[in-house]
């Protein structure tokens, strides 16, 4: 099984966020606020299958959400914008904070 | 004396400390702006001819940036000179001290951001107009810094103000201190389960880069920007045990570590800083470092993880060099170059920063561009930052993380710098406060020390010597002011560690100001006892807890209590005044109708108390009117509030109180028995006096 490692970097304060992949909740919180000294709200690993993944994330408190598809292991990043859309990335490596 | 205004003329003579002046110096103090050092108006003396000889090559003159400081009272002034040597930014701070008796206070910053600089064979002549976290009637400097050769000791700076108009205003002389801005004690730990070595130093001519090669470690990076980070000893080891069975550090694991392990740290602001070197934190791998400290006195501890960092390759050496700086960037209160805006005031964001504190991934011209470019520095907005900005905004300690220049007012109830008075004052109260309840502190002051210490016994606020803040859980500081201040002889006591201490308890619910807890949530208190020999003793920093209501009775019971008579007669402890009619009426209710609800005890105090004492009026026709104590409903009130159960109880101090009230009615109605029984039950024996409590 390969890992897909979730990350919610700018944009949240007290939010409340579900994270699915491949239509199963995985993660769901409230008050998901990114902590501007290091540009990171939350992160969370899951296992994935080998094949392409759909990762949804929704910010349930702003009735956001965006989706994207990987292939693991993977690590994907979202954002939340100004406007109240969502950015995401995806990388082969670990995003990196400080 | 304007104790409220450093700069002030009235300050003109008594900073100077031990310096005597000279009549060549007050005249080059006196003489005009810009060419004031050449045109002295004295005789100058006669110097010998030199005898011939080779010519010698002229000696360098000293740079003037860096620290001074004055000495004496009651203010002191750090300045921080900017206008030479390394990457000067051509500007002036400083931050102000106050003196009273053995306690040292921070009072205020100031910041001259474009003076002008003039330059001649004799001095640097620095002015401006400076900006200011405390109101001035005199915000123009001149700082005068007379020129000396290197191998001259450094001469001290001449610090004047004015008003805008020229009049001036108080003077320091300030003897030089450092070339640094600033120093700070840095200590750094190690967790046991860390695989790769802590960082040393790095090479930066190692790869590509946008500076001069040089060897860094993280204290000299900091030297760079003219900072001193003074390494505080050999390296603690934190057992792995502490990051819990998971093998990560989350932020409240590593607060509780640097509470147990960082041998500095207090909950106070403080130029010290500890950086601990772990494997992981929770967030995963990809979390190079945190600046976890954001309870309390925030920003005094960092962490990096070598899960990610670790290795001996250049490129991880660069890195573990870039992270270490960067967290202890956030600890003075940096915040990353893209998200200046969310600083309070909001600065500007600068995505494009070849600084310490970008991350070089972001870097818009891609990773690489960064490192070609960056010449391991911060940018010319952090380093404004570092070395001048004002005091609460960058100490360890100081204002929270992100938030910018501290001008409230409440700089009088910080914890001093210094406290050597050998006094200790404490306050206290229950945990929580039902809504409407008397706010009630207990208060006490005692001898640190045994030598003994002459004190005077006035703690409680109805004297003026004793000062109380209140801070409201929207964040507005009050200042405690009684109905009625009482004007007191001269007294002083003597105690010592192992006397016992002055007592009282001081209901601080109602004043000047109204009601001061007048809404449910967390406020935060504070005292300054005024010391015979000048000291402010700062006592600790109380939360009280006001209640929401918790059923509708609770809310009429509050309504009861919450008018202005009935805070007046709460504060006077009861009054027969007909214009206290309606708040009499309002606690009479609460007796009849809430009377098994917890704060009818209160309604019984101040009822049994005003029952039981002498009370006299003057009538509208100018007659005394007489009204004698009426012992036995003093008794009936009184005797509830003393046999309350705990829950319900009044504090210790009002509780003796009320005992010794109760036991001289017992006493006047000839039941000599129940008077000693109440007596016995007092904390403090006394003799049983009448008028005498």
């Given amino acids: 099984m390969a890992a897909l490692r979730i990350d919610l970097q700018e944009g949240f304060d007290s939010d409340v966020v579900a994270i699915r992949v491949d239509g199963k909740e995985v993660y769901r919180k409230s008050g998901v606020t990114t902590m501007l000294q290091i540009s990171l709200a939350d992160s969370v690993e899951v296992d994935a299958g080998d094949a392409t993944a759909s990762v949804e994330v929704e910010v349930v408190s702003r009735d956001a959400r965006d989706r994207v598809s990987v292939d693991p292991p993977a690590f994907v990043a979202f954002t939340l914008r100004p406007d109240g859309g969502i950015r995401h990335q995806v990388s082969k490596e670990p995003f990196r904070y400080m | 004396m304007n104790r409220t205004d450093p700069n002030g003329a009235d300050m003109v003579g008594i900073s100077a400390g031990q310096h005597e002046w000279t009549v060549e110096e007050v005249v080059q103090m006196r003489i005009g702006e810009a060419t004031a050092a050449e045109t002295p108006t004295v005789t100058p003396i006669p110097v010998p001819e030199k005898p011939p000889g080779p010519a010698l090559p002229p000696l360098p003159k000293r740079t003037v940036s860096g620290r001074y400081r004055s000495n004496g009272a009651p203010f002191q002034l750090e300045l921080r000179v900017d206008v030479d040597r390394t990457h000067p930014l051509g500007k002036v701070s400083g931050d102000y001290y106050q003196i009273a008796g053995a306690t040292v206070t921070y009072f205020g910053s100031l910041i001259v951001d474009a003076p002008t600089i003039t330059v001649t064979a004799t001095n640097v002549v620095i002015e401006g107009t400076g900006k200011y976290t405390f109101t001035t009637s005199y915000p123009k400097i001149r700082v005068t810094i007379p020129r000396a050769f290197i191998i001259q000791p450094a001469p001290p700076a001449t610090v004047q103000f004015f008003t805008l108009t020229g009049a001036a205003g108080a003077v320091y002389v300030c003897p030089f201190v450092s070339s640094m801005f600033r120093t700070v004690l840095y200590e750094r730990d190690l967790v046991s389960d860390v695989t790769t070595p802590p960082f040393s130093s790095y090479n930066t001519g190692s790869l590509p880069s946008g500076g001069p090669a040089r060897v860094l470690k993280v204290e000299s990076a900091y030297a760079e920007a003219g900072i001193e980070m003074q390494d505080a000893g050999t390296w603690d080891t934190v057992p792995m045990t502490e990051e819990g069975p ?112 970008n991350y070089p991934w972001l870097y818009p011209a891609g990773e690489a561009s960064f490192w070609n470019a960056f010449a391991f520095a911060f940018d010319d907005g952090e380093l404004v930052h570092v070395r001048h900005a004002f005091r609460n905004n960058i100490i360890m ?290 003799e049983l006096t009448a008028g005498k409590m």
């Fill in chain 2, 397 to 686: 300690g100081g204002n929270p993380f992100g938030i910018g220049a501290g001008m409230q007012d409440s700089r009088a109830f910080a914890d001093p710098i210094a406290d050597e008075s050998g006094l200790k004052f404490e306050i206290a109260a229950h945990k929580s406060f039902a809504y409407g309840e008397p706010i009630v502190l207990e208060l006490e002051l005692k001898a640190t020390d045994m030598r003994a210490k002459g004190v005077h016994p006035y703690v409680h606020p109805n004297f003026g010597l004793t000062k109380f803040a209140i801070q409201k859980p929207g964040g507005q500081v009050l200042l405690y002011e009684p109905v009625i201040e009482h004007c007191v002889a001269a007294k002083a006591i003597r105690v010592d560690a192992i006397s016992e201490p002055v007592t009282d308890s001081a209901y601080i619910g109602f004043g000047k100001g109204g009601f001061y807890f007048d809404q449910p949530g967390l406020y935060s208190v504070r005292a300054i006892y005024n010391a015979l020999d000048g000291s402010q003793v700062v006592s600790n920093l109380l939360k009280v807890r006001v209640r929401h209501p918790a059923s509708a009775t609770d809310e009429d019971v509050a309504d009861l209590f919450l008018g202005e008579e009935q805070g007046m007669l709460l504060y006077l402890l009861g009054s027969d005044s007909e214009s206290l009619k309606r708040g009499n009426d309002a606690f009479d209710l609460v007796l009849d109708k809430y009377a098994k609800h917890p704060l009818a005890v209160y309604a019984r105090l101040l009822k049994g108390i005003n029952a039981g004492r002498v009370f006299k009026t003057v009538s509208v026709d100018r007659k005394l009117e007489v009204r004698k104590p009426k012992h036995d409903h003093s008794i009936q009130m009184l005797k509830p509030v003393v046999d309350a159960p705990e829950a319900m109880a009044v504090d210790r101090i009002t509780l003796d109180m009320a005992l010794r009230r109760l036991a001289l009615a017992q006493d006047a109605v000839g039941d000599k028995a129940a008077a000693a029984a109440s007596m016995d039950r007092t904390r403090r024996k006394t």
């Fill in chain 2, 246 to 357: 998971d093998a990560a550090w989350d932020n409240a694991e590593l607060h509780a570590s640097m509470v147990k392990h960082f041998s500095m740290w207090k909950d106070e602001p403080q130029w010290k800083v500890w950086e601990l070197v772990a494997q992981k934190h929770v967030l995963g791998p990809g979390l190079l470092g945190i600046m976890f400290d954001q309870q309390g006195c925030q920003r005094q501890g960092c962490a990096v993880f070598h899960a990610g960092l670790g290795g001996a390759t250049p490129d991880k050496l660069r890195l573990q060099l870039f992270c270490y700086v960067h967290e202890l960037g956030h600890c003075f209160n940096l915040m990353h170059s893209w998200q200046k805006s969310f600083a309070t005031p909001p600065g500007t964001n600068r995505p494009s920063a070849l600084s310490w504190m």
